[in-house]
């Protein structure tokens, strides 16, 4: 290939995967995204990602540079074998080798919630702040922390597990073996199932057909998205409490329901913000390319946040 210098860039979630090329800029050049395949083996995950990758290279002339890749933890490094735990058909898979193999070129990876933090540090809602916090909130809650201008990784490369910041200590069993976590709180599927306890019912007892039944009035599913982003707003306080943020970005599944979504998380961080520069800081909602504009800065911006040493 001799075309202008680029990136490859996979943001794999739970119900979608999306592939993108990425210029050296950081602007998304084209991306084209695929339903997850679920229950039918990792060979199919695997070939919906490189469909998604081909799809977006084919539109474009690109020499890749590198591949970046957001995806579900936990995961190893260096091996980048991935064991997500919102897609039960990868355990230990090795991606990066296979990506590696399947494209020829460097494929960097890491936590997709990490990665969205980053995009929306380089290019989004976070841009030209430098401290900042990044969530999903979807078939999980995930999240990641920029301080101080810089990726913060933690001892073990795992900072910025939000979604297991306490938020109700007598609430529900979380996956992690901890009880009233906020992803046991707010997490997709915990809302829904919320909903149906208290007698919401639906054909498609899902997301998307709780937040129209929301929009249309229905009560349980108003009152189910509200105590979901009161725990979020919870969490988020609690978190700007100890880092002295400038903005919180939240993204995945769920924040495209914000207009449901977002005054309760409001309302849940105003009660808990007390002192007045926790009160400052701003939340907002990420844009829609920003895990893979993050995958994609695990190369491009490189220095600042690829801080695994591998
Ligand atoms: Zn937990």
Not at 25 to 47: C, H, K, Q
Not at 71 to 78: F, I, L, R, S, T
Not at 261 to 281: D, I, K, S
């Amino acid at each position: 290939m001799t075309g202008p210098p680029g990136y490859l860039a996979l943001d794999v979630g739970g119900t979608k995967i999306v592939g993108a090329v990425v210029g050296t800029g950081g602007e998304v050049i084209s991306s084209a995204r695929v339903p997850t395949p679920t229950g039918r083996g990792a060979e199919e995950v695997f070939s919906a990602c490189v469909f998604a990758l081909e799809a977006a290279r084919s539109e474009t002339a690109i020499s890749a540079l590198g591949l970046g890749v957001g995806c579900g933890g936990p995961m190893k490094w260096p091996s980048g074998d991935v064991s997500p735990l919102n897609l039960p058909d990868w355990r230990d898979f090795p991606l990066r080798d296979r990506l590696s193999d399947q494209f020829d070129v460097p494929v960097r990876i890491h936590n997709d919630a990490i990665c969205l933090t980053i995009g929306e540090h380089l290019m989004g809602g976070g841009r030209g702040l430098n401290n900042v916090l990044g969530m999903v909130v979807s078939t999980g809650v995930g999240g990641g922390v920029v301080s101080d201008g810089r990726l913060v990784t933690g001892a073990s490369g795992n900072a910025g597990h939000i979604g297991h910041v306490v938020v109700d200590p007598g609430g529900p069993e979380c996956s992690c073996g901890g009880r009233g976590c906020l992803e046991a709180v707010a997490r997709g599927p915990a809302v829904v199932a919320w909903a149906l306890a208290q007698g919401w019912r639906s054909p498609e007892p899902a997301g998307e057909s709780l937040a129209a039944a929301a929009r249309d009035g229905d009560q349980i599913a108003r009152a189910a998205f509200k105590r979901c982003g009161n725990a979020v707003g919870i969490a988020v306080a609690s978190v700007v409490a100890v880092l002295d943020l400038e903005a919180v970005v939240i993204g995945g599944g769920l924040s495209r329901a914000g207009d449901l979504l977002l005054p309760a998380v409001y309302e849940g961080f105003e009660r808990h913000a007390g002192l007045e520069f926790v009160n400052q800081c701003r939340v907002l909602l990420a844009g829609s390319e920003s895990g893979v504009v993050g995958a994609a800065a695990l190369f491009l911006a490189q220095d600042q946040y690829w801080n695994q040493g591998y």
